[in-house]
């Protein structure tokens, strides 16, 4: 998992906006540095690492949301909605090697017992796999494996798709100037706190 990048000049005796912003723009910088990345699907620990970032950067939103006058909501769920299907291809990317190394204990299992029943056979039959002590598990770890494959397809097609339509609403832009000094705030002027940063 990719450390957070750290977040320079706060000043805990300042007012929370001015450290929020900072903070904001780290976290916001580092989703979008894995944005030449996204359209690879092999790129595994890539997009595990870019959930780990839009988790962060939700979070933060909404513990900062009190200090800035536009509504966070929208962008919250919207990270939120990337964060949710990477997590869901990440659940893929981790089950599916699970599955494969299971069937591939199993099929080398039944070829040792196999070799064992042979004996001195100068070569096997092929009806023989009639009596691997897995043979009923084969077909249902391998519709499992090809379902897994398929659903992590459609997911990362769905990822892909929505990354694409947040770039053509200009989601970065939108989300940076909402938490900017040009779109002003108010409801947290006496409010001090060092930023913190869920890391």
């Keep these: 998992m990719a450390k957070p990048r750290p ?17 904001l723009r780290v ?30 950067l939700r979070y933060l939103l909404e513990i900062f949301a009190i200090a800035f006058d536009d509504d966070l909501t929208p962008y919250i769920d919207e990270v939120k909605g990337l964060q949710d299907l990477l997590g ?33 056979a100068e070569d096997l039959d092929p009806s023989a796999v009639r009596k691997a002590p897995h043979r009923n598990d084969h077909a249902g770890l391998v519709a499992l494996l090809v379902h897994l494959q398929a659903r992590r397809e459609l997911l990362y097609r769905r990822f892909l798709e929505l990354w694409q339509e947040y770039e053509r609403k200009g989601y970065r832009a ?4 909402a938490v900017s000094e040009r779109a002003g705030a108010t409801g947290d002027g006496a409010l001090t706190s060092p930023a913190q940063d869920p890391g």
Excluded: M, T, W
């Excluded at 977040?7 to 903070?23: C, E, F, Q, S, T």
């Excluded at 939108?174 to 100037?177: A, D, K, P, S």
């Design 174 to 177: 939108r989300l940076e100037y």
């Design 27 to 56: 976290r916001i910088d580092e989703v979008y540095s894995f944005d030449g990345l996204v359209a690879d699907p092999a790129n595994v620990k890539e997009l595990h690492d870019l959930r780990i970032a839009c988790k962060r």
């Design 88 to 120: 869901e291809i990440h659940d893929c990317d981790v089950q599916i090697p699970e599955v494969q190394a299971f069937l591939d204990e199993l099929v080398a299992e039944d070829a040792k017992a196999l070799v064992a029943a042979a004996g001195e």
């Design 7 to 23: 977040v320079k000049g706060l000043d805990p005796d300042r007012r929370i906006r001015p450290n929020a912003r900072k903070v």
